[in-house]
């Protein structure tokens, strides 16, 4: 059978949903943004929400995403993407509201943000990337770094004594009576990709059920910052990430 | 009754990251020897015979550059 | 026959916002204002006009939710005193970037720091010299009154929509805790989603097929790009200038001396200019209204028929600084301050002016 015999429209079985945009990414090769963007734009595709969707942004490497996914976007102050969000769902109440936020957004500057909006059970959904690294400015140590990881900011490994340990946010968020659905995911490879779309669909849905605060973690890889090649990255984040960061549903109700 | 597939990758876009190639079980993918306006080797099918069209490629690819097709023979 | 009541400065913010239509409130409790969201609270407005009350984590939080509000094209507002709207800061430079309308009131106490919870005019630098980052202004709005506590929620929103900037109230202890008769204007009610939808393009409402996506930023990486946005902003600042000045003035036909005070010291100094009256000295007073734009225009129509000017304020000597650059050496400035809390009586202010033209 000749590929041009296959490659015909009737047989595409998988193409770009037209929800992203036609922009390059600004990634780096290999980034865990640009497949969770599009895990967003697809859910956001099959569930017909485009118009009925709001985006808000944060400070860090996914300032960018309204460039992405073509939705209305809000582009927050740094760590303040849940309180941004949260009087757009109030004011809105009919739209699908998401955060995207990275570790350093959510887990450090934004505690209080996100903690209190996860505990009024704001029915929103955020999207957690954690790739253990402040990427957008130049790889310094996140509340997530890894004991003994180097980063700009900890050149010599993060040290327990001088940092402490590494924040497990996600299972905080947990405990938040207001949090209804609470997972960490990841996307190296395409079972774990499909398992994220799940779980970022079942988040979606959660929302237009007024159950609570959707909550999903995806552990990520920074290959620029962590110093290595794509693959390697992903290699290592399996290896070293997951140990400290397991995946599965924490909660679900 | 066998799959057989085929991608198509926009090479321009393609960052090279290698990352469709690993988790490619046929061993379809390689990285080409000749690089895009960008600078990057880009992905491409260097054994089609193999391909099934299964979609790990693309829906692990960061910057969504694979289409994929796909026939029952 | 119009409605009136006996309220609170700060009860009158609340009652006024549920009455001019706003969609949202959202604050963190600070004394001297915490009236304005216990109001709101027992006023239950959600169940009548579909205005949103909410207790926010922090007045970093309740800025941020206003970011949110606003971009969706809705009228909300937050309230604070001064070491809440310190907080703000942050907030209200993205607002001002990302030009976003709002109404922010600030009950003044008195600062640095925690400072007092009694009345003061120290934030004047923070509220019209921009106190977040970047060049920014908002039109600051400085009530006397509880009525013009009611009257400046409305007109702050139509400014705030007109600009598409964050507008704020700056008020005191004094004017925020002390009750007085209120008219109540007949009720606005709040926008529709479809008329705010069919009138703020910008407004992020979900996109639809017929129209590019809507993004609410004031980031630009490009130095071009954010330098045209910065004269952009600049712009508005000058049609503010030119299109809305407040003020009111106070015996000022024939002065040959003029007191500039603004909320409640502007209550006070009308008495003095009554005392010196009496004496037979020509003192009369000039009220900005707004203290951003500055009626620098006002200053400089009196300047010629003046002997001197004397700016009264509960701080160490801010708003001096607009007065001098407008009377721009021509007559002696001269400054009268109270700090800690203290209001001075209009002998105080009378004895301190008389000092100063000796």
Redesign the interface.
């Known amino acids: 059978m000749d590929l041009k015999d296959i490659i015909k429209p009737e047989n595409r079985v998988y193409a770009k949903t037209p929800v992203l945009t036609e922009n390059v990414m600004h990634y780096c090769p290999g980034c865990s943004h640009g497949t969770v963007h599009k895990i967003i734009a697809e859910v956001i595709e099959e569930m017909g929400i485009q118009e009925k969707t709001i985006g808000i942004s944060p400070v860090g490497c996914s300032v960018f995403a309204y460039n992405y996914v073509d939705i209305d976007w809000q582009q927050a102050a740094h760590g303040r993407a849940p309180a941004v969000a949260t009087a757009t769902k109030r004011l809105f109440p009919d739209k699908y509201v998401f955060t995207y936020q990275g570790d350093g957004d959510l887990a450090s500057i934004g505690t209080a943000e996100i903690m209190h909006a996860c505990n009024r059970g704001e029915n929103i959904v955020v999207i957690f990337i954690n790739n253990a690294i402040y990427g957008m400015t130049g790889g310094q140590m996140a509340p997530t770094t890894l004991i003994g990881m180097k980063t700009s900011t900890s050149p010599y490994g993060r040290s327990e004594e001088l940092h402490g340990k590494p924040l497990k946010i996600t299972e905080l968020i947990a405990q938040l009576e207001g949090t209804c659905y609470v997972t960490r995911q990841s996307v190296q490879s395409a079972a774990a990709a499909r398992k994220t779309k799940r779980a970022i669909r079942k988040a979606f849905e959660n929302s237009a059920l007024s159950k609570g605060t959707s909550f999903v973690e995806v552990v990520s890889a920074c290959n620029s910052g962590w110093k290595l090649s794509p693959v390697k990255a992903n290699e290592w984040m399996v290896e070293n990430m997951f140990p400290q960061y397991p995946l599965g549903d924490i909660k679900d109700r | 009754m066998a799959l057989r597939g085929a991608i198509v990758v926009d090479t321009e876009k393609c960052k090279g990251c290698s990352v469709c190639l690993v988790n490619c079980p046929t061993n379809t993918i390689a990285l080409a020897k000749e690089v895009n306006s960008k600078g990057y080797n880009f992905a491409y099918m260097a054994y089609p015979e193999n391909c099934t069209g299964c979609t790990n490629c693309a829906t692990v690819c960061p910057d969504t550059c694979i289409t994929v097709y796909r026939v029952k023979v | 026959m119009a409605e009136h009541i006996l309220m609170k400065g700060n009860e009158a913010i609340a009652i006024s916002a549920i009455r001019n239509g706003c969609?949202?409130y959202?604050g963190y409790p600070i004394t001297p204002q915490s009236e304005v969201m216990e109001t709101l609270m027992e006023e239950k407005p959600w169940e009548t006009t579909g205005m949103?009350v909410?207790q926010?984590?922090?007045e970093?939080?309740?800025i941020?939710?206003?970011?949110?509000?606003a971009?969706?094209g809705?009228k909300?507002m937050t309230s604070s005193s001064s070491p809440g709207l310190s907080l703000m800061c942050?907030?209200l430079s993205?607002l001002a970037g990302?030009e976003l309308p709002c109404v922010v009131v600030n009950v003044v106490r008195g600062g640095p720091g925690l400072g007092t919870i009694q009345p003061g005019q120290g934030d004047y630098f923070q509220a019209c010299k921009g106190g977040g980052h970047g060049d920014y202004k908002m039109v600051v709005l400085a009530p006397s009154s509880a009525q013009e506590m009611y009257d400046f929620v409305d007109l702050g929103f139509d400014l705030s929509f007109k600009y598409l900037n964050p507008v704020m109230i700056l008020a005191d202890g004094v004017v925020g805790q002390m009750m007085e008769k209120v008219e109540l204007k007949p009720m606005k009610p709040r926008w529709s989603?479809d008329y705010i939808k069919s009138t703020f393009k910008w407004a992020?409402?979900?996109?639809?097929?017929d129209r590019k996506?809507?993004?609410?930023?004031?980031?630009a990486l490009d130095a071009a790009v954010h330098e045209r946005l910065n004269y952009k902003l600049q712009q508005k600042y000058k049609q503010m200038e030119q299109e809305d000045v407040r003020f009111e003035t106070f015996m000022c036909e024939d002065a040959e001396h003029v007191i500039v005070a603004y909320g409640c010291m502007a209550r006070i100094c009308e008495s003095t200019v009554e005392l010196a009256r009496k004496e037979g000295i020509k003192l009369g007073l000039l009220r900005p209204i707004t203290l951003y734009p500055f009626p620098t225009a006002e200053i400089n129509r009196l300047v010629p028929q003046l002997k001197t000017m004397m700016s009264v304020e509960l701080s160490a000597g801010q708003m001096v600084e607009d007065v001098r650059l407008a009377v721009n050496g021509r007559v002696p400035v001269n400054f009268f301050g109270r700090l800690g809390g203290i209001v001075p009586s209009p002998e105080e202010v009378f004895e301190a002016f008389k000092k100063e033209i000796k």
């Open positions: 969609d949202g959202f949103v909410l926010a984590e922090s970093t939080s309740s941020n939710m206003l970011y949110g509000g971009s969706c809705k909300v942050e907030g993205y990302a989603d992020t409402t979900g996109k639809t097929p996506q809507n993004v609410i930023t004031s980031l």
